[in-house]
Protein backbone atom coordinates (compact mmCIF):
# COMPACT_ATOMS: atom_id res chain seq x y z
CA UNK A 1 0.00 0.00 0.00
CA UNK A 2 1.38 3.48 -0.73
CA UNK A 3 2.92 4.85 2.13
CA UNK A 4 1.18 8.57 2.80
CA UNK A 5 -2.16 6.66 1.96
CA UNK A 6 -1.42 4.82 4.88
CA UNK A 7 -1.12 7.58 6.76
CA UNK A 8 -3.75 8.93 5.64
CA UNK A 9 -5.89 5.91 6.86
CA UNK A 10 -3.89 5.68 10.14
CA UNK A 11 -4.83 9.31 10.84
CA UNK A 12 -8.31 8.94 9.80
CA UNK A 13 -8.68 6.01 11.54
CA UNK A 14 -7.82 7.91 15.00
CA UNK A 15 -10.12 10.93 14.45
CA UNK A 16 -12.39 8.06 13.31
CA UNK A 17 -12.13 6.13 16.94
CA UNK A 18 -12.04 10.12 18.85
CA UNK A 19 -15.47 11.14 17.66
CA UNK A 20 -16.57 7.42 17.93
CA UNK A 21 -15.53 7.89 22.22
CA UNK A 22 -16.97 11.34 22.40
CA UNK A 23 -20.21 10.70 21.31
CA UNK A 24 -19.89 7.41 23.99
CA UNK A 25 -19.36 10.52 26.62
CA UNK A 26 -21.89 12.61 25.08
CA UNK A 27 -24.76 9.94 25.02
CA UNK A 28 -23.50 9.03 28.68
CA UNK A 29 -23.94 12.39 29.28
CA UNK A 30 -27.49 12.55 27.65
CA UNK A 31 -28.56 9.60 29.44
CA UNK A 32 -27.75 10.72 32.79
CA UNK A 33 -29.65 14.42 32.14
CA UNK A 34 -32.17 12.13 31.38
CA UNK A 35 -31.89 10.24 34.51
CA UNK A 36 -31.85 13.63 36.67
CA UNK A 37 -35.17 15.17 35.07
CA UNK A 38 -37.13 12.02 35.64
CA UNK A 39 -35.64 11.78 39.45
CA UNK A 40 -36.87 15.47 39.65
CA UNK A 41 -40.25 14.62 38.05
CA UNK A 42 -40.32 11.51 40.40
CA UNK A 43 -39.97 13.49 43.23
CA UNK A 44 -42.17 16.37 42.24
CA UNK A 45 -44.62 13.70 41.75
CA UNK A 46 -44.14 11.99 45.16
CA UNK A 47 -44.15 15.96 47.21
CA UNK A 48 -47.57 17.01 45.39
CA UNK A 49 -49.21 13.89 46.88
CA UNK A 50 -47.72 14.48 50.28
CA UNK A 51 -49.32 18.18 49.59
CA UNK A 52 -52.56 16.50 48.66
CA UNK A 53 -52.45 14.19 51.52
CA UNK A 54 -51.48 17.27 53.96
CA UNK A 55 -54.75 19.11 52.85
CA UNK A 56 -56.82 15.92 53.20
CA UNK A 57 -55.91 15.69 56.57
CA UNK A 58 -55.85 19.80 57.44
CA UNK A 59 -53.35 21.82 57.46
CA UNK A 60 -52.69 25.47 57.97
CA UNK A 61 -51.57 27.76 55.73
CA UNK A 62 -47.91 28.38 56.45
CA UNK A 63 -47.23 24.53 55.90
CA UNK A 64 -49.22 25.32 52.86
CA UNK A 65 -47.56 27.87 51.64
CA UNK A 66 -44.34 25.69 52.26
CA UNK A 67 -45.59 23.00 50.19
CA UNK A 68 -46.18 25.14 47.28
CA UNK A 69 -43.08 27.32 47.39
CA UNK A 70 -41.06 23.86 47.12
CA UNK A 71 -43.05 22.83 44.59
CA UNK A 72 -42.50 25.88 42.56
CA UNK A 73 -38.77 25.55 43.24
CA UNK A 74 -38.73 21.96 41.59
CA UNK A 75 -41.13 22.85 38.82
CA UNK A 76 -38.03 25.61 38.33
CA UNK A 77 -35.13 22.92 38.96
CA UNK A 78 -37.39 20.35 36.21
CA UNK A 79 -37.52 22.96 33.46
CA UNK A 80 -33.98 23.86 34.36
CA UNK A 81 -33.08 19.92 33.45
CA UNK A 82 -35.06 19.90 30.38
CA UNK A 83 -33.74 22.61 28.91
CA UNK A 84 -30.37 20.85 29.91
CA UNK A 85 -31.45 17.40 29.09
CA UNK A 86 -32.36 18.74 25.51
CA UNK A 87 -28.91 20.70 24.61
CA UNK A 88 -27.13 17.31 25.75
CA UNK A 89 -29.15 15.91 23.68
CA UNK A 90 -28.41 18.34 20.73
CA UNK A 91 -24.55 17.79 21.88
CA UNK A 92 -25.04 14.05 20.94
CA UNK A 93 -26.77 14.45 17.63
CA UNK A 94 -23.52 16.77 16.89
CA UNK A 95 -21.08 14.21 17.88
CA UNK A 96 -23.41 11.82 15.58
CA UNK A 97 -22.93 13.58 12.81
CA UNK A 98 -18.95 14.02 13.32
CA UNK A 99 -18.29 10.48 13.84
CA UNK A 100 -20.63 9.65 11.17
CA UNK A 101 -18.23 12.20 8.63
CA UNK A 102 -14.96 10.73 10.39
CA UNK A 103 -16.51 6.87 9.37
CA UNK A 104 -17.10 8.53 5.81
CA UNK A 105 -14.23 9.80 5.82
CA UNK A 106 -12.30 6.12 6.99
CA UNK A 107 -14.31 4.58 4.27
CA UNK A 108 -13.09 6.86 0.94
CA UNK A 109 -9.80 6.77 2.04
CA UNK A 110 -9.93 2.50 2.67
CA UNK A 111 -11.67 2.27 -0.95
CA UNK A 112 -8.79 4.73 -2.91
CA UNK A 113 -6.54 2.48 -0.75
CA UNK A 114 -8.49 -1.20 -2.13
CA UNK A 115 -8.41 0.66 -5.80
CA UNK A 116 -4.12 1.56 -5.51
CA UNK A 117 -4.00 -2.20 -4.21
CA UNK A 118 -6.23 -3.76 -7.02
CA UNK A 119 -4.03 -1.38 -9.57
CA UNK A 120 -0.87 -2.88 -8.12
CA UNK A 121 -2.06 -6.05 -8.51
CA UNK A 122 -2.74 -6.17 -11.54
CA UNK A 123 0.33 -3.84 -12.77
CA UNK A 124 2.19 -7.71 -11.42
CA UNK A 125 -0.33 -9.60 -13.69
CA UNK A 126 0.45 -7.67 -16.75
CA UNK A 127 4.20 -7.47 -15.52
CA UNK A 128 4.43 -11.40 -15.32
CA UNK A 129 2.22 -12.36 -18.52
CA UNK A 130 4.72 -10.24 -19.89
CA UNK A 131 7.97 -12.32 -18.49
CA UNK A 132 6.58 -15.26 -19.07
CA UNK A 133 5.69 -14.24 -22.77
CA UNK A 134 9.00 -12.72 -23.46
CA UNK A 135 10.43 -16.58 -21.81
CA UNK A 136 7.96 -18.83 -24.09
CA UNK A 137 9.32 -16.14 -26.97
CA UNK A 138 12.65 -16.67 -26.09
CA UNK A 139 12.78 -20.49 -25.39
CA UNK A 140 11.09 -21.02 -28.82
CA UNK A 141 13.43 -18.97 -30.77
CA UNK A 142 16.22 -21.23 -29.28
CA UNK A 143 14.25 -24.56 -29.81
CA UNK A 144 14.39 -23.21 -33.60
CA UNK A 145 18.17 -21.95 -33.36
CA UNK A 146 18.75 -25.31 -32.22
CA UNK A 147 16.50 -27.15 -34.58
CA UNK A 148 18.29 -25.49 -37.61
CA UNK A 149 21.69 -25.67 -36.49
CA UNK A 150 20.76 -29.64 -35.57
CA UNK A 151 19.95 -29.82 -39.48
CA UNK A 152 23.65 -28.45 -40.57
Not at 105 to 122: G, P
Not at 124 to 132: F, K, P, T, Y
Amino acid sequence: MNGPLNTLIELAQKTCDSAGRNLAEEHQRSVQASDQLAALRQYRSEYAERMQAALRSGTDAATLANFRAFLQSLDQAIERARTGAEQQEKRVEGSRQQWRQERQRLSSFDTLANRQNQREQQQDRRRELLQNDEFTSNHSARLRLQAEQAEL
